[in-house]
């Protein structure tokens, strides 16, 4: 029995979608013995500022991707595992096609597969596509890694059996361990927030209505050239590789989404409902305390294990920052810190494919993973 990933990645980009899917790879190739990774863009796709030869090249592009897939498909041995990170990175007739090969090795030579959710486009994306499409991809998984528990309470809400799924709790964030964030261990006892993200309007509008009346420290793409409030200062893009993130001072790192300073909005900030947004892992990476929206899924998780603070709307920050104390923070950052040495060295999914070896009663494929840290996560 030997287990297989496919890379769906094409790209490189300072963005969650590629650092999620990029950390899962690494883990696995690093962290799960005899583990072998197909690449699916055997052929890259590539550009051209001539409309149709970029439309051709691409279609035979994708075709030739397909056809050396299926062959690859049929060469793998009956009872063989095979991941697949879910949305598929390509044209969704390109991803249909590979989920139907799949589900084809699986009915016919006894492929198992285990399907991993980096995001369900049915709810971020509402109207793209159908969720009931969705749920029959994700349906003829063996097992299927959710994100968290509001998001697996989603699936099975939408019929997907309960006994298939495997909470993922957290995403990683790969990083060297001998990382150091700036600013750790100064004496500077500022009190701060830290944003970090797509600053588009149409992911963060919030950003460009907002008057904290404490420093307020933006990372990221797409800042629109406007006069940011007085409190606010932008600090640039950085490889998500290579964080270099200032966490100086009682800082915590907010994650909030949508148009509005009252609660989180729109399709993104709906979405913070049963999402486990990357942001967060970034922050906590860096060891970084977290402010999260009280409704989001990640509230609770934040909660049980005192890695900050959970608020309703954006003014209640200011409260927080003036009754917290050096000794309260410190005890919360050294909670964080705990979390943050599982992360960046993959140990969220590294314990869920463990839990996912056991649901197909693969106890050699267990014995191959490599975990870090002796103790299981809690």
């Known amino acids: 029995m030997n287990f297989h990933i496919i890379n769906d ?65 049929a060469e793998l041995d009956s009872n063989d595992v095979i991941m697949v990170l879910i949305p598929f990175e390509s044209l969704f007739e390109v991803a249909k096609a590979v989920y139907s090969s799949l589900y084809k090795a699986k009915i016919n030579k006894g492929l198992r597969i285990i399907m991993m959710i980096i995001d369900l486009d049915s709810i971020r994306r509402i109207g793209q596509i159908d969720p009931e499409l969705e749920i029959k991809y994700l349906d003829f998984a063996d097992v299927l890694i959710s ?17 298939k799924i495997v909470d993922l709790e957290l995403f990683d964030f790969r990083l060297d361990p001998n990382h150091q964030p700036s ?24 950003i460009y209505k907002w008057k904290p009346n404490f420093k307020t420290k933006l990372y990221g793409i797409h800042l629109e050239p406007v006069e940011l409030h007085k409190n606010m200062e932008y600090l640039g893009v950085f490889d998500p590789g290579h964080p270099t993130m200032d966490v100086s001072g009682i800082s915590f790192g907010l994650v909030w989404e949508g148009d509005s300073t009252k ?25 970084l305390p977290v402010i999260v929206w009280e409704e989001s899924a990640m509230a609770k998780f934040v909660q049980v294990h005192n890695l900050g603070r959970t608020i309703k709307s954006l003014k209640d920050i200011e409260k927080i920052l003036d009754n917290i104390t050096l000794t309260e923070y410190e005890e919360i950052r050294t909670n964080v810190l705990k979390i943050k040495e599982k992360v960046i060295r993959g140990e969220f999914l590294k314990n869920a494919l463990n839990q996912c070896f056991i649901k197909l009663d693969s106890p050699d494929l267990q014995s191959k993973i490599n975990f870090s840290q002796k103790k299981e996560l809690q």
Request: aromatic residues 16%.
């Open 183 to 206: 600013g750790v261990g100064t004496a500077i006892l500022e009190k701060n927030i830290v944003f970090g993200g797509n600053l588009t309007p149409e992911k963060a509008a919030f």
């Open 147 to 163: 994100q968290n528990a509001e998001m697996s309470r989603w699936l099975i809400s939408n019929h997907i059996a309960a006994d």
């Open 9 to 73: 990645l094409y790209y490189k980009d300072f963005h969650a979608g590629f650092k999620a899917r990029y950390d899962v790879f690494e883990t696995i190739k690093s962290d799960l013995s005899d583990s072998n990774t197909y690449e699916f863009y055997k052929i890259t796709l590539k550009d051209s500022k001539y409309r149709l030869k970029r439309i051709l090249s691409r279609r035979y592009a994708n075709y030739a991707n397909y056809l050396a897939f299926k062959k690859y498909i």
């Open 263 to 287: 609660t989180c909005t729109g399709l993104a900030g709906q979405y913070l409902k049963y999402s486990t947004p990357h942001k967060i892992l970034l922050y906590l990476s860096q060891g």
